[in-house]
């Protein structure tokens, strides 16, 4: 990365666009406090967790407590089903289980997937587990969604419901999304697009405020 | 939630055929505590019953047990005259192998003192106890025998009367108790044609010598039924087993016995320590073996941990990039490796249970030795664990985005 530098506003969903080898990815785990930046600043929420290399806050509490994550895998416990692969989520987050397991049921329903909540991962649809993922990542109310290619392994219609899913999400639950994708088809349900190449970052395309 | 349990359901046959494996060698270390626990308790088992205060032997021996031991029979009249014994009575050991129905018989011929020891302190667990001072036998169950079945031995032929359990030798020979002088007659039994062999012997040895031909009725008596040895020599046993009267300090007794030039008086204790000498070679080995499979087990537990940990490597990555705390993903490894362990001790308990009783020898599991067991598992779980730990600890959560 060169000089990056960006905000991504609470209810905002954000495209990345660039080639592989961009730094896209790189911009990714630094933002979501796995791999540290060399230099620079990275502020949540208000609160600066990242000077450089040096982490700020304890980063294992913060990512629980702030940040959600989805993959172009979805990356779900395989031996957990639907509902406890979000309810794990919370407990991590000291939820009691019944806490836990009657908000992740809510999550299920409100990404329509609630129908398949005991379910394990191998017997769901690549769309489905999406869904979970995406539940998932909204378990504790995150500031914060980072998703990595979350639609490079579905078809066109199921990649856009997903799409769709980020910018309900984003708006509903006013939390800031980041979306790495090389996919174009998309690209209007994004506030914000931005374009990385050779590790530098700038406007792509500022997307109308209807769509 | 409990991770580690539904981990498990999710491969339930894998871990099902783990524990089984790992059940299968904790029986093996079980069954080997219950060995060396059986070879102590058959080398004690008829010392025990006896409650004898005090085991008078041949002088400079370690015996009836440990060691050959040959004393007059009527040692017991003198043992007996001394002030404080309440009871003396003789005692014959030895082993012998004969035919029986064309299988070998190997067994330990014990003298019983009839009728003042009938086998009353033994195990029976059939028939009854010795009726009559000849020609009846009890023999353990090991021995194979039935009762009423009829065992020829020297030139006689004895019925098994009474059947016992856990009578064995320390080399896991069954015993067979006879009344003294069948005991003696068993031991020196002497076949016909080694008799005339020993007359015409003497004969010969007579006509060398002056004293033969000079005394020619010499020659008829040397050959002749009174010169039999069993008739003129003195009969020996293995050993006088003591008891003192009430209130009488046994060491009194034993240092009266003891300065009789001709004997060594043992405590029952100190009989008790040479027996366990005598099969502490084969202790010290079963130990070792025991000590090599629980390292064995250890190293197994800990590679079959380690694995499980390598296949969910992934998914702990994830855990980590959820914000999961350390000790979640510890929980998760060691509860696995904890219901390992339980599961395996407990398969190694039942078919223990099932398998021990067809082992040739005693496999005697006693309650110290579960524990014990239980103990060395639960270590053993959580060592074994350690490498998992380890290597869980060790991955980076960027790794989900590898």
Redesign the interface.
């Known amino acids: 990365m060169r000089d990056v530098s960006f905000q991504v506003r609470r209810g905002e969903v954000v495209a990345l666009l660039g080639p592989s080898g961009a730094g896209k990815?790189t911009l990714?785990?630094a933002i979501?406090l796995?791999?540290p930046p060399t230099s620079g600043r990275i502020t949540i929420s208000g609160c600066p967790v990242m000077d450089g290399p040096r982490p700020l806050v304890n980063l294992?509490?913060?990512?629980?407590?702030y940040?959600g994550?989805v993959?172009q895998k979805a990356?779900l416990?395989?031996?957990?089903n639907a509902l406890?692969n979000v309810?794990?989520?919370l407990?991590?987050?000291d939820a009691s289980?019944r806490k836990a397991r009657k908000r992740a049921l809510e999550l299920l329903e409100y990404l329509g997937v609630a129908d398949r909540s005991h379910s394990?991962p191998s017997t769901l649809s690549g769309g489905q587990q999406q869904r979970v993922a995406v539940a998932?990542a909204l378990a504790n109310n995150p500031s914060l969604i980072l998703a990595?290619e979350p639609t490079a392994a579905l078809d066109s219609h199921r990649g856009r419901q997903v799409m769709e899913l980020f910018r309900m999400v984003a708006h509903e639950h006013k939390a800031g999304v980041i979306v790495v994708t090389h996919d174009h088809r998309a690209l209007d349900v994004f506030d914000r697009i931005l374009e990385m190449e050779d590790g530098e970052l700038r406007p792509f395309a500022v997307a109308s405020s209807n769509s | 939630m409990n991770l580690a349990i539904r981990d498990i359901r999710h491969k339930l046959s894998r871990f099902l055929l783990t524990a089984v494996g790992i059940g299968l060698l904790l029986m093996i270390v079980m069954g080997m505590a219950g060995i060396y626990q059986g070879l102590s308790e058959d080398a004690l088992s008829f010392l025990e019953r006896t409650k004898a205060d005090l085991w008078v032997v041949q002088r400079g021996t370690r015996g009836p047990f440990a060691e050959i031991s040959r004393i007059p029979w009527n040692l017991e009249d003198r043992v007996y005259a001394v002030t404080g014994v309440a009871k003396a009575r003789a005692f014959v050991s030895h082993t012998i192998q004969r035919e029986y129905q064309s299988r070998p018989l190997r067994m330990v011929v014990q003298g019983l003192a009839w009728p003042q020891d009938d086998g009353n302190v033994l195990p029976l667990i059939a028939g009854r106890v010795l009726g009559q001072a000849h020609y009846e036998m009890l023999a353990d169950r090991t021995l194979g025998l039935r009762l009423g079945d009829r065992v020829s031995l020297g030139k006689d032929i004895y019925t098994v009367v009474g059947i016992t359990a856990g009578m064995t030798g320390p080399a896991g020979d069954g015993f067979a108790f006879f009344t003294i002088p069948d005991s003696i007659a068993i031991q020196y039994d002497t076949p016909g044609e080694a008799i005339r062999l020993e007359r015409e012997a003497r004969r010969s040895r007579l006509r060398r010598q002056d004293l033969g031909n000079t005394q020619p009725i010499l020659q008829e008596r040397a050959a002749g039924p009174a010169s039999q040895l069993p008739a003129l020599g003195t009969q020996n046993v293995s050993a006088i087993m003591v008891n003192v009267a009430p209130g009488v300090d046994p060491a009194r007794v034993a240092k009266v016995i003891s300065g009789w030039s001709d004997v060594t008086v043992y405590f029952n204790n100190v009989q008790r320590e040479l027996m366990l000498r005598s099969i502490e070679r084969n202790r010290k080995q079963l130990g070792m073996f025991r000590t090599l499979l629980v390292i064995i087990s250890a190293i197994i537990m800990a590679l079959i941990l380690y694995t499980l940990t390598l296949d969910k490597m992934h998914d702990i990555a994830m855990f980590k990039l959820m914000g999961a705390r350390n000790r979640t993903i510890v929980a998760l490894i060691l509860q696995q490796a904890l219901l390992l362990g339980a599961l395996g001790y407990a398969l190694a308990y039942s078919i223990g249970l099932w398998v021990f009783p067809f082992f040739p020898r005693r496999v005697a599991i006693t309650s110290a030795n579960l524990v014990q067991l239980a103990l060395i598992v639960l270590a053993i779980s959580v060592l074994s664990s350690l490498l998992g730990i380890w290597k869980a600890m060790s991955v980076q959560p960027n790794e989900i985005l590898a």
């Open positions: 990815s990714l785990t979501g796995v791999n294992r509490a913060f990512r629980r407590k940040l994550f993959f990356n416990i395989p031996f957990l406890e309810q794990v989520a407990e991590i987050n289980p394990l998932r990595d």
